[in-house]
């Protein structure tokens, strides 16, 4: 019997637009702050703060509303109900791996459940790494960086395109979860 694939997808800027929700926040409570509508860095440097005072905004200040009452990523929900019925038919294992802190990871299974997003399996984790899929979906180049680091085949990375990562050079971009599905399938046989 044939393994079965295990893709894991991000869920912040892959599913949920947390930039957009955060940016709406504080041009509405401190636009002095916004330096630029987005970062073109993963440090958030669109952001006038410490990188400290920047992680209070999305832990402390503003924590249900960016994990709970953001909107998805354009084409997000109708992409992942693609890709839903793509690993069903391809015994493909959906794993959500995540970076959440642990008082707001509620908000992020409401903010899933309320889209009707589920997953076989759930991972919150720094270290994305160490889940065990063999492909994954995320925007982070620091998770890249750690996942090549460790050892992980570099071609098993699917960076989804935002402007924080386009300085980051990969072999697989996507604009879609749809676009992952073509690159795992040239790679694998499901």
């Not at 079965?4 to 930039?19: A, E, F, W």
């Not at 832990?59 to 690993?87: H, R, V």
């Not at 959500?96 to 009707?116: D, S």
Request: proline share 3%; glycine share 2%.
């Amino acid at each position: 019997m044939k393994k079965q694939l295990r893709l894991g997808v991000d869920v912040d800027m892959v599913l949920r637009d947390m930039i957009s929700k955060l940016t709406e926040l504080l041009k509405r409570d401190n636009p002095s702050l916004l330096l630029m509508d987005k970062p073109d860095r993963y440090n958030f440097n669109n952001i006038d703060l410490s990188l400290k005072d920047k992680i209070k905004l999305w832990e402390n200040i503003y924590s249900k509303e960016i994990f709970l009452e953001a909107d998805p990523m354009p084409g997000a929900i109708e992409q992942f109900f693609k890709l839903e019925k793509w690993a069903a038919k391809n015994n493909v294992k959906l794993v959500c791996v995540t970076l959440q802190t642990r008082k707001n990871a509620h908000y992020t299974f409401q903010w899933l459940h309320k889209h009707k997003i589920y997953f076989s399996e759930y991972h919150i984790t720094h270290q994305k790494y160490l889940t065990g899929v063999d492909y994954i979906i995320d925007d982070s180049p620091d998770n890249y960086h750690d996942w090549t680091l460790h050892g992980l085949p570099e071609d098993h990375f699917i960076i989804f395109d935002c402007d924080h990562n386009r300085h980051v050079k990969v072999t697989n971009r996507v604009n879609s979860l749809m676009e992952a599905v073509k690159i795992v399938e040239k790679k694998v046989s499901v």
